[in-house]
């Protein structure tokens, strides 16, 4: 049996989120500062195994349905890119390092997938890396993002750091480049 969490249910409480804002909207429901610390608590104790995008990108027309009646909006969060900066955040917060960050959210997603050449700095894999700087703070500006329909329930937060560079087995990524291949299971 595999526990996974995703970075909203770690990095934002029910008591923060405005009434009516389908930005937040996801299922299961964003839960109190209780829930979101028993949440840490299972990471930290191995009972939780990994971290997990689960981006959920939409039209605003679809996210925005039903004018603050959040039965009709889209739900799901849009985080991809914020996502290990957002988790990374509250996790230095929370006294756990970045080396728990990435085997949590690299790592340990990479072996759940069967994906053996990601998710490591190790001799044969693919040299997939970020460098994430805790000097550089990152303010989300969901207009920004590199998402096809900007929005993000993290628009406005202040990040203590942020990812500075990407590379893709081993060579640079250039903002607003795109290039990959399809992944299939190794093992």
């Not at 008591?15 to 996801?26: H, N, S």
């Not at 703070?137 to 900007?150: I, Q």
Request: charged share 20%; net charge negative; hydrophobic share 40%.
């Amino acid at each position: 049996m595999t526990v996974e969490t995703c970075p909203h249910y770690l990095c934002l409480a029910a008591g923060e989120i405005p009434d009516a804002a389908p930005e937040f909207k996801c299922c299961p429901p964003i839960r109190d500062e209780g829930n979101r610390s028993a949440l840490w608590a299972g990471l930290a104790d191995g009972v939780i195994d990994v971290v997990v995008s689960d981006h959920s990108p939409t039209t605003p027309a679809m996210k925005g349905a039903g004018g603050g009646d959040l039965q009709q909006a889209w739900g799901g969060i849009a985080g991809l890119q914020v996502g290990f900066a957002a988790v990374a955040d509250e996790a230095l917060r929370r006294g756990h390092g970045l080396e728990q960050v990435a085997g949590w959210m690299a790592t340990g997603t990479a072996d759940l997938v069967g994906l053996a050449a990601k998710g490591r700095i190790a001799v044969g894999a693919d040299a997939d890396l970020v460098a994430y700087d805790t000097t550089v703070p990152l303010t989300v500006d969901a207009g920004r993002l590199a998402h096809r329909n900007p929005g993000s329930a993290y628009d406005g937060r202040r990040l203590a750091g942020s990812v500075t560079h990407t590379l893709l087995r081993g060579e640079p990524v250039e903002e607003g480049t795109r290039r990959g291949v399809l992944l299939e299971r190794t093992a």
